[in-house]
């Protein structure tokens, strides 16, 4: 008998077992069952493991078999709400089943995701509850509200995920009234923390996460301590998503929201306490000054800000912008605080002015040099930000770090980061972490140079599923005629397959105009559709897509860029074009994206073989991924930028992606595509 947990684990994955017997499409992978020993050795022993896992290794089943045998209290940590969804409703019950264990799992989402009673309740005072629309919405969730038990709005068919309604009734850290609430006891929030609390397996993400390593309020500050084996799924993401949480940020929508609920507070417990009308008033003036300083830059830009301004912005006039709206927020703390002990709306208003109010100082001071970069995003809103430059001290102090073990001192006064928890065991994994050996893309951001690294290439014959090309005679992505030229080369590979393209674009501009050149030829057609990202919920886009040609309905062409790079799972002859328009160089105007490339600069490295290449290598796997996800696909991958082929760098970004077969001409290209319009 198996006693310790790799034999136990090694056992499930052998032919013939447990899988095999439920599942009739399980076939034992090498690489699957060589991850899962590998996880199951760290749970044991403790440590920090990271894995890139190819394309099908089945890396899902290679970290939930050995958590679910292990005995212990586990967190799962995904990506994105959808994976998380996937992970609770389909994977972690299947196995639980299969291997019969007694387990108890929950889900815990950010509060977004969650109705707010309380505030759906002040919905229907609010302006926007008067309209038609918002009202018919409204109405909806208020009748869904009266069934639902845990109160996640994805239970809600239909309701639009960038809907007005959704700020409505649900809350934020910063307006949460917390136990005080009168409706504390039916708090779906709430509920939801106490069953994660109560179960062995908990899946969250990524954002729920650094959220709580920022400010410890997002209950995994209870959670965390509790489970010694936490597991990062689609890991290639936390660096960027913790570095949003890490910073600070202040923008002129949270402040125009602090006037708001600041009237409606005011008028509704303490009528002629206070000039509350005058107040917001104040508050909303500031704001909306603060926002005009930038009024004549483009919306959209991103404004550095190295010195004690930041750059094209008046001095004086910036400095007064921050005055004013520092007066209006200390006016609003300070009657708040007369009245405090009258609701505890003015309690947790009078918090968010005093948190207002810190941000200010911050941004008030210069910024420490190196270890941050500080900018300021102009959109609808002016957004302050400063970010640390990548997660990786904060990970090794805040995260990984033996609790019991404080910062010691060394001989010469400099802090010392705490050694790793011991007893604790942390897994990392991804389809694509880096591309050398020791996956330093990944591990040097996230402070994990010493953990324990192993790869697992996928088990797909790429050279026999697909191919790629570069069509030569497309004009240099610098050029203004190229994503026009590439739309049209678009239309003619799309038109013979009848849809089952996905053209992935690395800005909004080529997303525009690729989208609006493709619409236009074919709006004609009723055998082809074409879906451009934004025109649609994220969600009925993938679906509409993974429909393909069914049930009477045309093929699709999806012109899409952010986040379909990845996490986009499209199986079957549904896709099989991928057209990547150029090659996916971080923007050389980001602010932190500079603040990274001066860094190594400073040090003695080269920005662009240091940075930008492997930037460019992850976010290029990353987009010829959603090609190939199945033994049985087949379909080609397209780039739009000859730079792979006549730049030096191009033989590196090459060596990046699956080693696919190369078509060198437009003639290889159509009998290959010819190839798939006839393959059965």
């Known amino acids: 008998m198996p006693t310790t947990l790799p034999e136990r684990v090694a056992q499930v994955f052998a032919p013939d077992n447990v899988l095999a017997r439920v599942d009739a499409h399980f076939q034992p992978r090498e690489g699957q069952t060589r991850m899962a020993m590998a996880v199951a050795r760290t749970i044991e022993t403790g440590g920090a493991l990271v894995v890139e896992a190819g394309t099908g290794v089945g890396k899902t089943f290679s970290y939930l078999v050995p958590a679910l045998l292990s005995g212990e209290r586990v967190l799962l940590s995904t990506a994105t709400k959808a994976?998380?969804?996937?992970?609770?409703?389909?994977?972690?019950?299947?196995?639980?089943?299969?291997?019969?264990?007694?387990?108890?799992?929950?889900l815990l989402k950010g509060r977004a995701s969650y109705l707010c009673r309380y505030r759906m309740e002040l919905a229907r005072q609010d302006a926007l509850a008067q309209e038609r629309d918002i009202a018919r919405v409204l109405a909806r969730v208020q009748d869904w509200s009266r069934h639902t038990r845990a109160g996640d709005l994805a239970e809600l068919a239909g309701l639009d995920e960038r809907s007005p309604v959704i700020p409505l009734i649900t809350s934020t850290r910063e307006n949460c009234l917390g136990s005080p609430c009168p409706r504390f006891r039916e708090c779906h929030v709430h509920l939801a923390r106490r069953e994660a609390?109560?179960?062995?397996?908990?899946?969250?993400?990524?954002?729920?996460?650094?959220?709580?390593?920022?400010?410890?309020?997002?209950?995994?500050a209870e959670l965390l301590p509790s489970v010694r084996v936490?597991?990062?799924?689609?890991?290639?993401?936390?660096?960027?998503?913790?570095?949003?949480?890490?910073?600070?940020?202040?923008?002129?929508?949270?402040?125009?929201?602090?006037?708001?609920?600041?009237?409606?507070?005011?008028?509704?417990?303490a009528r002629g306490m206070a000039d509350w009308a005058?107040?917001?008033?104040?508050v909303e003036l500031a704001a909306r000054d603060l926002r005009l300083v930038a009024e004549k830059t483009p919306v959209g830009s991103k404004l550095r800000w190295t010195q004690e301004t930041p750059e094209g912005v008046p001095g004086a006039q910036w400095q007064d912008a921050l005055r004013?709206?520092?007066?209006?927020?200390?006016?609003?703390?300070?009657?708040?605080?007369?009245?405090?002990?009258?609701?505890?709306?003015?309690?947790?208003?009078?918090?968010?002015?005093?948190?207002?109010?810190?941000?200010?100082?911050?941004?008030?001071?210069?910024?420490?040099?190196?270890?941050?970069?500080?900018?300021?995003?102009?959109?609808?809103?002016?957004?302050?930000?400063?970010?640390?430059?990548?997660?990786?001290?904060?990970?090794?102090?805040?995260?990984?770090?033996?609790?019991?073990?404080?910062?010691?001192?060394?001989?010469?006064?400099?802090?010392?980061?705490?050694a790793m928890d011991p007893g604790r065991a942390w897994i990392f994994t991804s389809a694509t972490l880096g591309e050398d050996e020791q996956l330093t893309w990944f591990t040097q951001r996230a402070g994990l140079q010493d953990a324990e690294i192993l790869r697992v290439a996928s088990p797909f014959d790429y050279a026999a599923q697909a191919a790629l090309y570069v069509p030569r005679h497309l004009p240099p992505p610098a050029e203004p005629t190229h994503s026009r030229t590439l739309a049209q080369w678009v239309g003619d590979a799309a038109e013979p397959l009848c849809g089952?393209?996905?053209?992935?674009?690395?800005?909004?501009?080529?997303?525009?105009?690729?989208?609006?050149?493709?619409?236009?030829?074919?709006?004609?057609?009723?055998?082809?559709?074409?879906?451009?990202?934004?025109?649609?919920?994220?969600?009925?886009?993938?679906?509409?897509?993974?429909?393909?040609?069914?049930?009477?309905?045309?093929?699709?062409?999806?012109?899409?860029?952010?986040?379909?790079?990845?996490?986009?799972?499209?199986?079957?002859?549904?896709?099989?074009?991928?057209?990547?328009?150029?090659?996916?160089?971080?923007?050389?105007?980001?602010?932190?994206?500079?603040?990274r490339a001066q860094r190594i600069e400073k040090a003695g490295g080269k920005?662009?073989?240091?940075?930008?290449?492997?930037?460019?290598?992850?976010?290029?796997?990353?987009?010829?991924?959603?090609?190939?996800?199945?033994?049985?696909?087949?379909?080609i991958l397209v780039i739009g930028d000859t730079r792979l082929l006549t730049m030096g760098y191009g033989q590196r970004l090459l060596a990046a992606l699956p080693p696919m077969r190369r078509l060198a001409s437009e003639q290889e290209f159509a009998a290959a595509l010819q190839a798939l319009r006839t393959a059965p």
């Open 83 to 106: 994976l998380q969804e996937q992970l609770f409703a389909r994977d972690l019950p299947r196995l639980v089943e299969t291997l019969g264990l007694p387990v108890r799992t929950a």
């Open 197 to 220: 609390l109560a179960a062995d397996i908990v899946v969250i993400n990524h954002h729920l996460f650094f959220a709580d390593v920022a400010v410890r309020e997002s209950g995994m």
């Open 230 to 269: 936490v597991v990062f799924d689609e890991a290639h993401q936390i660096n960027e998503t913790g570095v949003q949480f890490l910073g600070a940020q202040l923008s002129t929508g949270q402040l125009l929201d602090f006037g708001k609920d600041l009237l409606a507070a005011g008028l509704q417990y």
């Open 278 to 282: 005058g107040l917001a008033t104040l």
């Open 324 to 418: 004013r709206v520092a007066v209006a927020c200390t006016q609003a703390r300070d009657a708040l605080a007369m009245v405090s002990e009258m609701a505890p709306d003015f309690v947790r208003l009078h918090a968010r002015g005093s948190e207002l109010l810190a941000h200010l100082a911050r941004f008030s001071d210069p910024a420490p040099p190196d270890a941050v970069v500080r900018w300021v995003d102009v959109g609808a809103q002016l957004r302050l930000i400063e970010s640390p430059l990548d997660i990786a001290v904060a990970m090794r102090t805040r995260v990984l770090a033996d609790p019991a073990e404080s910062e010691s001192e060394s001989a010469d006064g400099d802090a010392q980061p705490p």
């Open 500 to 595: 089952r393209t996905l053209v992935l674009t690395t800005t909004l501009k080529a997303l525009r105009t690729i989208g609006d050149a493709l619409k236009a030829r074919f709006e004609a057609r009723d055998d082809l559709q074409v879906l451009v990202q934004g025109e649609w919920p994220k969600r009925r886009l993938m679906e509409r897509f993974r429909a393909g040609a069914t049930a009477g309905q045309p093929g699709c062409v999806l012109v899409a860029s952010a986040t379909f790079w990845e996490g986009f799972d499209v199986p079957g002859d549904a896709l099989q074009l991928v057209v990547i328009d150029k090659l996916p160089f971080p923007p050389p105007g980001d602010p932190l994206v500079e603040a």
């Open 607 to 635: 920005a662009f073989p240091s940075y930008s290449l492997p930037e460019a290598a992850v976010a290029l796997k990353q987009g010829a991924g959603r090609l190939i996800r199945r033994e049985s696909d087949r379909g």
